[in-house]
């Protein structure tokens, strides 16, 4: 019997661990995140699948059942795990995604980097997707696929089950036509995606810039749009949009393009929020503090990120307030990435280059400027974190929404603590109350940071009730169901 719902990630839905040698599956740590959300639908649909990756040597003789039934709190499901070399992840993942799609995605054209790319090998490794995919779907399934690292697996899917309803969500920017059409193989991306019922984006923008991108490779008529929400338009941010395509018409289909930023779960950050650990462990941070106000910066170790930037930032602040010196602490967060690429390697040795200054310039036997963690924090520890700093500090260059933005909004149900965010995070539409700034301008840096430190009690709370109601409307729950509605809305309506 087939999936009525199959759901396309690189990602496996569980943590595979060996205890006593045997290896057992034990649901991800944190209910928090895309994983949870996704399979919190599994318990809407009779037969459900996953399908992911799983590193192999012999990919014939992979040494794993490539499928495997798993019941957890989500329900029963089946798991296809796809077994793929060492070679082929790292051509299809580190190089291509990463080394090519990663930065043209961002708009860094200058990072972009074509030479190494094996086309092939990405052709191959997502049409093994495709292909697990369609053996795990019922007849008339509905396939969700996730992400730019699987972009020609609905093209793949359309030939093989025409049968299928596709949904493809994209959990990154899309840029417009002058920066994507960098990419050589963007004809084949594009009909691969128009192979969709439905094309997914976090915001009104990204859409917009799909649109442009289809209409200069393809002729596909006129576009309807509709207007934006009042809930999506953000005065501050460079990415807000008024109106937004809402479908495209191919010779063969009505393809869907739904706008639904990605959420938090805010009901899980609230029971964590309010746990006696939390509480605890915030009054610690507090009372370790000193009386010295924290600023708060969380993110992964990216040139998108930001994190050069601040820091050269908190640089100059610390320069032009002397009684600033210390007084403030800066948190820095830059969790890394794959040290094995050169490019992520040197932001993050330029990250440690500059904290290191900072702390030599204006540090002293008692007080420390800048703590710099390279390692992920506990998620219940980073809550504590979340409630105890004065100011969270959020200023990639580019993201296509940023979450750690919504986790500390959610975790602030004392209205306090000031955000301070970059205008080109695609959160930046929903959370307009925050503190918007240009982390391309030094003064405008400079003047945000500056205003968060010394805004007062009341404009404080005003902003973050504000950013509260926007991130407990549009959750993850809100998110997933929307997103699925415009695939199935006989099997994904909302209930109640």
């Not at 980097?113 to 093994?128: H, I, S």
């Not at 940023?402 to 929903?430: H, P, T």
Request: aromatic share 10%.
């Amino acid at each position: 019997m087939g999936s009525d719902l199959v759901i396309v990630y690189h990602r496996q839905p569980y943590e595979e661990v060996v205890e006593n040698g045997k290896t057992v599956f034990k649901e991800n740590k944190s209910p928090n995140g895309i994983v949870p959300t996704l399979k919190s639908f599994f318990g809407r649909v009779e037969n459900a699948a996953w399908v992911a990756w799983k590193e192999a040597e012999d990919v014939t003789d992979p040494g794993f059942e490539r499928v495997v039934q798993i019941e957890d709190s989500f329900g029963k499901y089946t798991v296809s795990r796809l077994p793929l070399t060492a070679s082929d992840v790292s051509s299809f993942y580190h190089v291509t995604s990463k080394e090519a799609f990663w930065p043209i995605l961002h708009g860094f054209k200058e990072k972009y980097n074509y030479d190494p790319v094996d086309w092939g090998t990405f052709r191959k490794v997502n049409q093994a997707f495709a292909e697990a995919a369609a053996a795990e779907a019922a007849k008339n399934a509905a396939i969700w696929v996730h992400d730019y690292n699987l972009w020609l697996v609905p093209g793949y899917l359309r030939k093989m089950r025409p049968d299928l309803r596709i949904s493809f969500f994209h959990h990154t920017p899309f840029p417009a036509a002058d920066i994507f059409n960098v990419l050589p193989w963007r004809g084949e991306i594009i009909d691969s995606l128009l192979a969709c019922d439905v094309v997914g984006f976090h915001i009104p923008r990204y859409a917009s810039n799909f649109v442009s991108v289809v209409r200069s490779l393809r002729d596909v008529g006129e576009v309807p749009r509709v207007k934006v929400s009042e809930d999506f338009i953000s005065e501050g941010s460079a990415l807000s949009d008024r109106t937004q395509p809402v479908q495209i018409q191919t010779e063969d289909r009505a393809v869907k393009l739904g706008v639904t930023p990605v959420g938090v779960d805010t009901d899980y950050i609230a029971r964590v929020t309010k746990s006696d650990e939390t509480k605890a462990r915030a009054k610690a941070i507090k009372e370790e503090l000193g009386g010295d106000r924290l600023i708060l910066s969380v993110g992964r170790t990216d040139y998108t990120k930001g994190g050069a930037e601040q820091l050269l930032t908190y640089e100059r602040l610390l320069e032009k307030h002397e009684h600033l010196r210390g007084t403030t602490r800066l948190l820095h967060v830059s969790v890394s990435a794959n040290r094995n690429m050169k490019v992520y390697a040197d932001i993050q040795q330029e990250i440690e280059q500059i904290a290191g200054r900072i702390n030599g310039r204006f540090g002293t036997f008692t007080s420390t400027p800048v703590a710099l963690i390279s390692r992920a924090i506990p998620f219940e520890e980073l809550v504590a974190y979340y409630r105890a700093a004065d100011v969270a500090w959020i200023t990639p260059l580019a993201d296509g929404m940023n979450l750690v933005c919504k986790e500390f909004a959610a975790a602030r149900d004392d209205e306090d603590g000031v955000l301070v965010l970059s205008e080109f995070a695609g959160a930046a539409i929903e959370l307009g109350s925050a503190i918007l700034t240009n982390p391309y301008s030094n003064k405008n840096m400079d003047h945000a940071i500056e205003t968060a430190l010394n805004m007062s009690a009341e404009n404080r709370k005003s902003r973050m009730t504000e950013a509260r109601r926007k991130v407990w409307t549009y959750n993850t729950a809100r998110w997933a169901q929307d997103q699925l509605a415009l695939l199935s809305p006989e099997d994904f309506a909302a209930e109640g």
